[in-house]
Nanobody, 128 residues
Framework: QVQLVESGGGLVQPGGSLRLSCVASGFTLSSRPIAWFRQAPGKEREAVSAISRSAGSTYYADSVKGRFTISGENLKRTVDLQMNDLKPEDTAVYYC?????????????????????WGKGNQVTVSS
C-alpha cells in the first residue's frame, strides 16, 4: 500500500530555515517520483518541487528556485525539502505527493492531477 507521511514544518521568522521530510512506504524512490505542493488560505494548491530518482532529475517552481532544495534518501525512503530564506508568502500547508512513474514526468510535474497519493500536510508559517 502506497503511503506518505510528512514531518517538520512550524513557525519561523522571515529569512529563517525549515526542513520538511516525507517518508514513503509501499514503494521505492526509484519507482515513483515525489513532489511537494503547498496551499495557502484562499489560494489554489501549487507545485513547489519534485524529484524523480529514475530520471535523476529535480524540479523547482520559479518562486522557490535558489532557496529550496529537494533531496531523496533511497535507504530511508525519505524525500526532504530544505527551505532557506523563507518569506511570509511561503506560508502554507505543505503536502508531499507521489505519481505513477512516466516518461514525460518532467513536462507535467506541476500538474496535481497526476498524483494519486498524498500526505496529510504540514503547516509552515513564516511570520515575525
Amino acid at each position: 500500500q502506497v503511503q506518505l507521511v510528512e514531518s517538520g514544518g512550524g513557525l519561523v521568522q522571515p529569512g529563517g530555515s525549515l526542513r520538511l521530510s516525507c517518508v514513503a512506504s509501499g514503494f521505492t524512490l526509484s519507482s515513483r517520483p515525489i513532489a511537494w505542493f503547498r496551499q495557502a488560505p484562499g489560494k489554489e494548491r501549487e507545485a513547489v518541487s519534485a524529484i524523480s530518482r529514475s530520471a535523476g532529475s529535480t524540479y523547482y517552481a520559479d518562486s522557490v528556485k535558489g532557496r529550496f532544495t529537494i533531496s531523496g534518501e533511497n535507504l530511508k525512503r525519505t524525500v526532504d525539502l530544505q527551505m532557506n530564506d523563507l518569506k511570509p508568502e511561503d506560508t502554507a500547508v505543505y503536502y508531499c505527493a507521489t505519481a505513477p512513474r512516466m516518461a514525460a514526468y518532467g513536462a507535467y510535474w506541476m500538474d496535481s492531477s497526476l498524483y494519486n497519493c498524498w500526505g496529510k500536510g504540514n503547516q509552515v508559517t513564516v511570520s515575525s
